[in-house]
C-alpha cells in the first residue's frame, strides 16, 4: 500500500488529471441513477394500493373516433356506491388551484379532493390530528409547509381557513390536521386536502356538480375479476352518455402500479395526478453517464500503461526476489481502484453543482442527495469503484506482469505500442464524444428553429385571464378598457393551445376531423388571425356563423367556401362567414388539424384576452393584477402572459442543450485527455525513430505524419461513426418530443465535425508539433 501511494504521489499531475475527470463522469452517473431511480421508485411507497388499485379510464366518442381519458363522470362513483354487488373501495379524487384565506390574506395553494377511504390506501405521516377528521364535511388537512405560512408553526388544530369560490363566496374549514409533505415519487401532490364532496363547479356554485369528470379509483382485490368488472361497468355508459357531446362508449381498469410511468409515457387527457419522469430523458442521460464514465475510465487505462513505463524495474526486481504475477496484478489493481475511490469522494461535491443546476432546469424532476438515510447510493458509489476500477486496472495489470523479469533487467522489453485495444478504446472516446456535441448542437438549432416557427397568431403581447363569470367580465373589461396602455379585450370559451373540442365536419359527401373553438365576435382580430377571405364575425351574427382554415378547402373540396353549408357532428348546420390561414393549434408537439371558430355567446365566456400595445407590454402585465385585486379582493389572480403558455417547447430545449452542452464538453476534455496521453507514450515509444528522420532530413510536418497519422485516421473515423449513430439516435429523440422540429442536417454534421477535429488537433497537435520540434542530438543522446 505504501509503495502504491508512493508512486500515485510521484506521478500527482496525471494522476490528479485522471481523478478530477473520474469525479466528473462518477458525479453524471450519480445524477443519472437519481433521475433513474426516481423514475423506478414512483408510488411504490403505496405497497396496498399497488396491489389492488385500478384507475377507471373512460372510453369516450369524439366524432367517430374513441379516444381514452384518465378521468371518469363524475356521477359513476355515486352508482358504484349504490351497486351492492361491488364490494370494494371507491375513492374520487380531483384538484384545483384555490384561493385559501387566512384572515385578510390570500393565498394560491393546490387543493385535493379526495373521498375518506384514499386515507385507507395513502396513509399521510400526520404530525397532529387523525384521520378521522375526515368524516366531518368541514375538515381541511393541511402540509407541515402550509401550516408554516398560514399561522407560524405546526400546531394549527382548530384554526380557519376560507376558501374562495369561483362566485366569489367564501367557504370556511377548520384545520383537522396537518401531515408531512409527500414525496416528490408520489402520483398525488397537493398542499391540503377536503372531503370531495365540497369539490367546486367551474360555474361557481357550491356543492359537488353533476356532469363533471374527475379521477375515479376503485379497488379489486382479485385480478382474475377485473374482465368482469370492466363489463359490469358498461352498464353505465349508456346512462351517462345521454345528452353529452362526447359519450363514454366503455370503461377499461389501469392499474395503480406503474401508472405514473405509462401517464409520463403517455399523457391521457383528464389526468389529474403526476407521472414520473420522461423515459427519453431517462434513457439519454442513462446512455450519456455510462459513456462518459467509459471515457474516463478509458483514459485511466491508458495514463497507467504509460506510468508503468517508469516501473520497469521495480516490476522487475520483485518478480527475481519471489513475487507472484497475482501478486503484481492484485497491487495494480488495487491502485486503479484506489484512484476510482478519490475520484468517488471528490464527485460528491461535484455531483453537489450539478444537481443544483439540475434543479434550476427542472424543478418539477427536482433531486436530492441524502447519504444517510438512502443506504442504495452507497452501495451504487461502492459498485461504480469497484467496477471503475476493475474496467480501468484489468488491461494495465494483465499488460504489465506478464513481462519476464531478465527481459525488464536488460533493457529490452518495449513498453507502450499502441494495441488494437487501445486503438479501439480512444475510438470509443471520440465516438461518444461526437455523440454529445451533436446532441448539443442539434437541439440548440431546433430551438431556434421552434423560436421563429409561424404559428399563424398573434401571442408576444397578448395575456389570458381566467374569469369566474359573466358579471366579473363585463366589470373587469369596462376597467381595463380605459387603460391607456391595452388596445383591445376580448372574451372567449376556448382558447388556441389551451383548449377546443374535436368535432366532424362535413359537405354532403366528404368530411373532416376539425378543432372547435367557441370564441368571442372579434377573437380573430385580437389574436391577430389572418383572414384570406370572407369576414370576421359580427355582432349580428347568429350561433351558426364560423370561420375555418384553409386546409379545410382542400380537405373539404370546396370550390367557393363562403356561405357554404356545413355539419357539425352530423346534427348541427353551420354557415361558413371566413376563411383564414392555417393555425397550429396544438403548438409544435401534435399534428396541425383544421380548425373551426365558431361565434359564442358572452355568458359562456371563461376566459378574459387583452392585446397591449407592443412596446407597453411589460408595464400591462405589471398592472393586471393590481387592476384584478381592486375589483376582486378576495379571488385569485388567475392570469398569465401567452407567451407562458407557450414555454414549455422552448424549456424542454433550453434544458436539453444546456445539459448535453455540459456532457459534450466532459466529454471532449476527457477525449482530449486521453488523446494526449496516449501520443505522450507513442513519442516516448518512437523517441528514436523521430531522431533518425530528422538527421535524415525530414521536416517537421512529415515526421508529425507518419509517426501519428493513425491517430488521425481513428480521430476520423471515430467522427464519422459517431455522426451516423448521432443522426439516428437524436432524429428518434425528437420525433419522441415534438412533431414539427428541426431534424439535423448537413450543418449540424459541419459544425460537430468542426469542433471535434478542431479541438483534438489543437490541444494534441500542438503535443505533437512540440516533440517533431526537437534537437534530434538530444533524442538520439536520451536513446
Not at 359490469?232 to 370503461?251: C, D, N, T, W
Not at 492484485?330 to 461535484?350: D, R
Not at 434543479?359 to 469503484?385: C, K, T, Y
Request: hydrophobic share 50%.
Amino acid at each position: 500500500m505504501l509503495i502504491s501511494f508512493r508512486n500515485l504521489f510521484r506521478n500527482r499531475v496525471f494522476v490528479g488529471i485522471n481523478v478530477g475527470g473520474l469525479a466528473i463522469a462518477v458525479a453524471c452517473s450519480i445524477i443519472a441513477y437519481l433521475v433513474w431511480k426516481k423514475n423506478l421508485v414512483f408510488d411504490r411507497e403505496h405497497h396496498e394500493a399497488r396491489r389492488v388499485l385500478y384507475r377507471v379510464n373512460t372510453l369516450r366518442q369524439s366524432s367517430g373516433d374513441v379516444v381514452e381519458y384518465a378521468s371518469a363522470p363524475e356521477p359513476l362513483g355515486d352508482m358504484l356506491r349504490e351497486n351492492d354487488r361491488f364490494k370494494g373501495k371507491i375513492i374520487r379524487y380531483a384538484t384545483d388551484l384555490s384561493g385559501l384565506m387566512v384572515g385578510d390574506r390570500l393565498f394560491d395553494d393546490m387543493v385535493g379532493y379526495v373521498d375518506p377511504e384514499f386515507l385507507s390506501l395513502f396513509p399521510l405521516e400526520l404530525i397532529a390530528g387523525s384521520p378521522r377528521g375526515m368524516q366531518q364535511p368541514a375538515a381541511i388537512f393541511i402540509s407541515e409547509e402550509l401550516a408554516q405560512k398560514f399561522f407560524q408553526t405546526t400546531e394549527a388544530i382548530g384554526k380557519t381557513i376560507e376558501q374562495v369560490l369561483p362566485s366569489g363566496a367564501l367557504r370556511a374549514y377548520e384545520v383537522a390536521g396537518v401531515f408531512r409533505a409527500l414525496p416528490a415519487t408520489s402520483s398525488f401532490q397537493f398542499d391540503a386536502f377536503v372531503s370531495y364532496n365540497q369539490f367546486i363547479q367551474p360555474a361557481g356554485q357550491e356543492g359537488t356538480p353533476r356532469g363533471l369528470d374527475n379521477n375515479l379509483f376503485i379497488t379489486v382485490e382479485n385480478a382474475g375479476m377485473i374482465k368482469t368488472v370492466e363489463r359490469e361497468l358498461q352498464a353505465y355508459a349508456a346512462i351517462l352518455g345521454k345528452g353529452q357531446e362526447r359519450p363514454p362508449v366503455s370503461f377499461h381498469l389501469d392499474p395503480f402500479d406503474s401508472m405514473a410511468q405509462r401517464d409520463a409515457a403517455h399523457i391521457l387527457p383528464g389526468t389529474y395526478t403526476r407521472g414520473a419522469t420522461p423515459l427519453p430523458i431517462v434513457l439519454a442521460l442513462v446512455v450519456m453517464s455510462i459513456l462518459i464514465l467509459l471515457i474516463a475510465c478509458f483514459n485511466l487505462t491508458n495514463t497507467l500503461v504509460a506510468l508503468a513505463a517508469r516501473r520497469l524495474k521495480e516490476i522487475g526486481l520483485r518478480k527475481v526476489i519471489g513475487g507472484s504475477r497475482g501478486q503484481l496484478m492484485a497491487q495494480f489493481m488495487g491502485e486503479a481502484v484506489l484512484i476510482c475511490f478519490l475520484a468517488v469522494l471528490l464527485a460528491l461535491p461535484v455531483c453537489d453543482l450539478m444537481m443544483a443546476g439540475w434543479n434550476e432546469l427542472w424543478p418539477f424532476l427536482r433531486l436530492e442527495l441524502s447519504l444517510g438515510s438512502n443506504f442504495d447510493i452507497l452501495l451504487f458509489m461502492a459498485v461504480v469503484v469497484v467496477m471503475t476500477g476493475v474496467v480501468s486496472g484489468i488491461y494495465p495489470a494483465y499488460y504489465i506482469s506478464r513481462f519476464q523479469p531478465g527481459e525488464i533487467l536488460k533493457g529490452t522489453v518495449e513498453v507502450g505500442n499502441i494495441s488494437y485495444f487501445n486503438k479501439l478504446l480512444l475510438g470509443l472516446q471520440f465516438a461518444a464524444s461526437v455523440l454529445a456535441i451533436f446532441f448539443s448542437v442539434a437541439f440548440y438549432q431546433n430551438a431556434r428553429y421552434q423560436r421563429h416557427f409561424a404559428l399563424g397568431f398573434r401571442h408576444d403581447d397578448i395575456f389570458v385571464l381566467g374569469m369566474p363569470d359573466s358579471l366579473s367580465f363585463a366589470r373587469l373589461r369596462q376597467a381595463l378598457e380605459q387603460h391607456p396602455a391595452i388596445e383591445q379585450v376580448s372574451g372567449t370559451h376556448d382558447h388556441i393551445l389551451a383548449s377546443s373540442t374535436s368535432m366532424s365536419l362535413a359537405t354532403p359527401v366528404q368530411s373532416a376531423q376539425v378543432d372547435v373553438l367557441d370564441v368571442g365576435a372579434d377573437y380573430a382580430s385580437l389574436m391577430g388571425l389572418r383572414l384570406l377571405q370572407g369576414r370576421d364575425f359580427l355582432p349580428g351574427d347568429k350561433h351558426d356563423a364560423v370561420i375555418i382554415t384553409e386546409d379545410l378547402i382542400q380537405a373539404l373540396d370546396l370550390k367557393t367556401p363562403l356561405e357554404q353549408r356545413l355539419m357539425l357532428r352530423d346534427t348541427v348546420p353551420v354557415r361558413v362567414v371566413g376563411v383564414m390561414a392555417d393555425i397550429y393549434n396544438r403548438g409544435t408537439f401534435h399534428p396541425r388539424r383544421p380548425m373551426v371558430l365558431r361565434l359564442t355567446d358572452a355568458r359562456a365566456y371563461d376566459r378574459m384576452l387583452v392585446r397591449a400595445r407592443p412596446e407597453q407590454a411589460a408595464q400591462v402585465g405589471d398592472a393586471l393584477p393590481g387592476i384584478w385585486h381592486a375589483l376582486f379582493p378576495h379571488t385569485p389572480y388567475r392570469g398569465a402572459a401567452m407567451n407562458e403558455l407557450m414555454r414549455v417547447s422552448g424549456e424542454i430545449n433550453r434544458n436539453v442543450t444546456y445539459i448535453f452542452s455540459f456532457l459534450a464538453i466532459t466529454a471532449i476534455l476527457l477525449s482530449v485527455a486521453g488523446l494526449y496521453a496516449t501520443i505522450s507514450l507513442n513519442i516516448v515509444r518512437r523517441t528514436k525513430e523521430v531522431g533518425i528522420r530528422k538527421v535524415l532530413g525530414a521536416t517537421t510536418s512529415q515526421v508529425m505524419w507518419s509517426t501519428h497519422r493513425e491517430f488521425a485516421l481513428i480521430l476520423l473515423l471515430a467522427t464519422a461513426t459517431g455522426i451516423a449513430a448521432a443522426i439516428s439516435v437524436v432524429g428518434w429523440v425528437m420525433r419522441l418530443l415534438w412533431f414539427y422540429h428541426r431534424s439535423p442536417g448537413g450543418m449540424t454534421v459541419l459544425i460537430t465535425s468542426g469542433v471535434m477535429l478542431s479541438v483534438a488537433l489543437a490541444l494534441a497537435g500542438t503535443r505533437v508539433y512540440r516533440a517533431a520540434q526537437v534537437n534530434p542530438v538530444l533524442l538520439l543522446r536520451q536513446e
